[in-house]
């Protein structure tokens, strides 16, 4: 079974939040399942993966996007060295550049790296037997292979459209759909929702079968999803809900080339402790008292707007008695007020932007985790955090509460149900009273390392659902 994922993100080449995470492993660990060949087709970005590994050039061609025409040029990673055959697109002018997004274009661009890869496919006479299609950047492709006679070679192919996160979805007017590979418009009902294009909404009623990254989260979407309740609803016979899972060999406290101190569940303790108090030191922070952190994109759906609130008044309220550190970036105004705590408080540390490393020794040092999140599709960072023997404190939603069970009910986590300062204190404080009784907390650090979050189910889940 030859399985072909596209995606605009992938772990290490290019990350900007979890997406990079699942297709950088779901793919590598989808290859150890005998008979199976997963790949990964991407954009090019300018980014040091790419000169600090070998590229061949496995085509060059052209694509006509309304009136331009595009040069298209894929490029195929030598060695596989993620474990996978990795591909990226190249076009000029759109898919050249530094980042995934954050371009004004935004819309050309994604629809010039459909139509690139398609075109790539149709014209080498590449027929997978599965394009498993990720978030609405690629939402599409089960309509353009379908319904454009381009496309006429892989029409058939079983499409998968993954949904890593329903709060974007691609809207854009239809003016664009002179941008798009031919199509009858008599067809240009697989397109619309609400009088826009709407890329997310196309892959739902096109692809063959659709999934969410948690079972939670897929329930969470029958009532909640940005407009398109109904249509997820209507189309619920092909719903599935596939928990993610996370690169056990990347996120491994034993093996892990970040960390400060190696450790294993054996001596856990001890060797959390030596990061904690070189992290303390590095930053300023008590190494005594117990470390709360967040680690993440400064966005509502991640309840970032109730860190400064909560920075602040957790402080006050517990007369100092804990360290919070939060390493993320994002919204402005949070920025701003979290760098003037920043210069406050003693028992807060702010590192802005996105750091991968910092974010392997936090998990490692923390006593615990913040995920106070309004929307939480899968998440990973508690699953690196329990991975790592650090108790997530969690906002009972989505994945978070598929993967994290309250210490009150026999699990090793912590959760709150409302998405507030005043409940996220009260979790926090619990937080406080477990740190000090020193013999549960070593069970609960043992105990979170001993969840199995690795892909391998997952992976057979998908292949599955291929099969099916």
């Known amino acids: ?11 290490p080449v290019a990350k900007v939040g979890g997406l990079a995470d699942v297709v950088g492993a779901l793919p590598k660990y989808q290859n150890k399942i005998k008979g199976v060949d997963a790949k990964v087709v991407m954009p090019w970005y300018n980014k040091s993966f790419f000169y600090d590994h070998e590229f061949d050039i496995v085509f060059d061609g052209f694509i006509h996007q309304g009136p331009n025409m595009l040069q298209v040029q894929v490029m195929k990673e030598k060695t596989n060295v993620l474990g996978f055959e990795l591909y990226m697109v190249k076009i000029p002018g759109l898919l050249d550049r530094d980042n995934p997004y954050g371009y004004q274009d935004e819309s050309f661009q994604f629809l010039a ?10 014209a080498m006479q590449i027929r997978p037997d599965v394009l498993h299609c990720h978030d609405y950047h690629t939402g599409l492709v089960p309509f353009m292979i379908e319904n454009c006679p381009e496309f006429e070679f892989l029409k058939g192919v079983k499409t998968i459209g993954t949904i890593h996160n329903g709060e974007y979805q691609g809207m854009m007017s239809w003016n664009m759909a002179n941008y798009m590979p031919y199509f009858d418009s008599w067809k240009w009902g697989f397109l619309d929702w609400n009088g826009l294009i709407n890329p997310l909404a196309s892959m739902i009623k096109c692809s063959h079968a659709f999934t969410t990254v948690s079972e939670g989260y897929l329930e969470e979407l029958y009532i909640g999803f940005r407009g398109l309740e109904s249509l997820v609803r209507q189309e619920f016979s092909k719903a599935y809900g596939i928990i993610n899972g996370i690169d056990t060999e990347v996120w491994n406290p034993e093996t892990d080339p970040m960390l400060d101190f190696n450790y294993s569940i054996k001596n856990a303790v001890a060797q959390k402790k030596k990061n904690k108090e070189k992290l303390c030191k590095e930053y300023g922070l008590k190494p005594e008292l117990p470390l709360f952190a967040f680690i993440g994109r400064f966005a509502t759906e991640k309840g970032a707007d109730l860190l400064p609130d909560m920075v602040w008044r957790s402080i006050k309220q517990s007369y100092g008695a804990l360290n919070i550190m939060i390493l993320g970036s994002g919204n402005p105004y949070i920025e701003n007020k979290l760098k003037e705590y920043d210069y406050t408080y003693s028992n807060f ?3 802005l932007g996105y750091k991968e490393h910092l974010s392997h020794k936090i998990y490692a040092s923390a006593d615990f985790l913040l995920m106070p999140s309004r929307v939480e599709p899968c998440g990973l960072n ?18 978070l509460k598929d993967t994290v069970a309250d210490i009150s009910t026999g699990g090793a986590g912590l959760n709150f149900t409302y998405p507030g300062v005043d409940d996220m204190i009260h979790a926090i404080n619990r937080g406080i009273t477990l740190y000090n009784k020193k013999d549960t907390m070593e069970k609960l650090i043992e105990a979170n390392m001993q969840f199995d979050f690795a ?3 997952s992976a057979e889940k998908y292949i599955a659902l291929y099969n099916n």
């Open 1 to 11: 079974m030859v399985v072909y994922h596209l995606s605009t993100e992938c772990y």
């Open 113 to 122: 790296f459909q139509h690139g890869a398609l075109h790539w496919l149709s």
């Open 349 to 351: 540390a702010l590192d």
């Open 382 to 399: 508690q699953m690196y955090s329990m991975r790592y023997g650090t108790i997530p404190v969690v906002r009972y939603t989505g994945g």
């Open 455 to 457: 892909w391998e189910k």
